[in-house]
């Protein structure tokens, strides 16, 4: 048998490819597309860098963290946060906090969204099965429409009641807001109980010439520990026998193996395998759903646009849904000082008018949009390009648990095959999340320790919040000890 096979060289992959290389297995990496990093490459063009959907390196999981130092060293900046929603032709902080809230609501909007929110709080929703139920329970229904359900149904392309409360439980932090609007109406002298929310990270790590900069390093410690990684080569098949994984086949070679870490899209992997999985599986596999979407990057003449990492766009006249300021990401990002580079995101189904909308089109489109928001005039746009991402996101729709069990249930059966990342598990993971499920994935081919891979990010806790530590990690003893982090 050969050395190990990893499907996939995004974050989850690179990962197992690296942790693999350490121990001495030789692993081969098979990567469809021609850029390591996945969903979170790095794009180059004209010297301009572009981050596709803005990758903070920011983690609850000190041995992620440890491994990203050990990595890239001082090449790891660390970076200030700013981020805020742009709603109703206003800046908002965001995360949202409750002093924010309420001091741009204005009287008559607050005092619609306290009686809102006591509704929520006396009479909540029995039943918390959609995002609808689970956002209106927390902060009460006018706050859901204000806030949430634009930008949310802008995302995913399809009503906040299709989809599951899990993924709010996932991504959004709790505000305190009853507690805040009692204090401001108490006029407390702007004194809010100490119970308020807290605020997310203000600072985070970010490779010097973006995230693509952390794989390419990755990519290039396999190369030197003698793992190979192809690039251009899309695994068609993968063949199982008597239960056990055998081989797989990419560019018409079949490749003998026994162990493969896969982050494809769990729809490919049942596609592609052999014997073809049960009927059920496969009809599980083709419901579930992805959701894609492009990057419209644009140079600007003059200074930025906004002070800003990244904006949420929650103005329903507009298409876009997030802009990045790249310069704020980090300064090596943007090659001339007298420039500026945004990313203006669209999120889209593949193949829908959006998709295929020509780039010049989209580009108009984007600086158009940049002029109707206020943030630049359509003649500073110097240039720009469209970069497509297609399952960008799993989406959390009424049946994709039960969709997911049922593919787990045959997905358990065969030796020497562990899923992993993002599209890998079906799970809206962090990249420091997808690099968890690989360490355990290596840990469990080559010693046996049995990690369940599907309950990484499966806990009802916001991301960042600085509570407990994530799920437990240890480095098996034949892998290199790793520095302190900083």
Not at 285 to 306: C, I, K, S, W
Request: with cysteine; charged share 25%; glycine share 8%.
């Amino acid at each position: 048998m050969n050395g190990p096979v990893i499907v996939g060289a995004g974050p989850a992959g690179l990962t197992a490819g690296y942790l693999f290389a350490a121990r001495g297995a030789r692993p081969l990496v098979l990567e469809s597309e021609n850029q390591v990093g996945g969903l979170a490459k790095t794009v180059v063009r004209d010297g301009y860098r572009f981050d596709l959907g803005g990758h903070r390196f920011f983690t609850r999981a000190a041995d992620v963290e440890r491994l990203w130092r050990e990595v890239l060293g001082d090449e790891l900046l660390l970076r200030p946060r700013l981020s805020r929603i742009y709603w109703n032709g206003r800046f908002l902080d965001y995360p949202l906090t409750a002093r924010e809230v309420i001091r741009k609501l204005g009287p008559v909007e607050l005092s619609r969204s306290l009686a809102s929110y006591a509704v929520a709080t006396l009479s909540p929703r029995q039943r918390e099965d959609t995002l609808e139920d689970w956002i209106s329970n927390r902060f009460g229904r006018r706050l859901f429409e204000l806030f949430f359900r634009t930008y949310t149904e802008k995302v995913w392309g399809v009503p906040a009641s299709e989809l599951r409360a899990e993924w709010g439980a996932q991504r959004i932090q709790a505000l305190s807001f009853g507690n805040a609007a009692r204090d401001a109406l108490r006029r407390r002298n702007g004194a809010f109980h100490r119970n308020a929310g807290r605020s997310l990270i203000r600072r985070f790590h970010y490779p010097r010439y973006g995230p693509g900069q952390m794989w390419e390093a990755m990519a290039d410690e396999i190369a030197r520990h003698d793992g190979e990684i192809r690039l251009g080569s899309p695994v068609e098949r993968l063949w199982v026998e008597g239960e056990r994984v055998r081989a797989v086949e990419a560019d018409g070679e079949t490749i003998a193996c026994d162990q493969v870490v896969s982050s494809m899209p769990l729809r490919a992997l049942v596609a592609a395998s052999e014997p073809r999985p049960p009927s059920d599986v496969i009809e599980a596999a083709q419901g579930l759903r992805y959701r894609d979407f492009l990057t419209v990057a644009l140079v600007l003449e003059g200074g930025d646009p906004f002070p800003d990492n990244w904006v949420y766009v929650h103005d329903a006249g507009v298409r876009v849904g997030r802009i990045q300021n790249y310069r704020s990401w980090s300064p090596w990002m943007v090659p001339r000082p007298d420039r500026a580079s945004v990313g203006l995101e669209y999120f889209c189904f593949e193949g829908d008018e959006l998709w295929s909308m020509d780039d010049a089109s989209l580009i108009e489109l984007a600086a158009g949009e940049l002029r109707s928001l206020g943030l630049a005039p359509a003649a500073r746009v110097e240039r720009g390009w469209v970069v497509r991402v297609p399952k960008a996101y799993p989406v959390y729709d009424a049946r994709y648990a039960e969709r997911l069990a049922t593919i787990r249930r045959w997905l358990d059966r065969i030796e020497g095959l562990q899923q992993v990342g993002r599209n890998g598990l079906h799970r809206y993971n962090n990249s420091d999340h997808s690099m968890l499920t690989a360490m355990m994935a290596v840990e469990n081919l080559c010693d046996g320790v049995g990690h369940d891979l599907w309950t990484v990010n499966a806990d009802a806790v916001y991301h960042e919040a600085p509570a407990r530590v994530e799920q437990p990690y240890r480095r098996a003893p034949e892998t290199p000890a790793m520095s302190e982090p900083v």
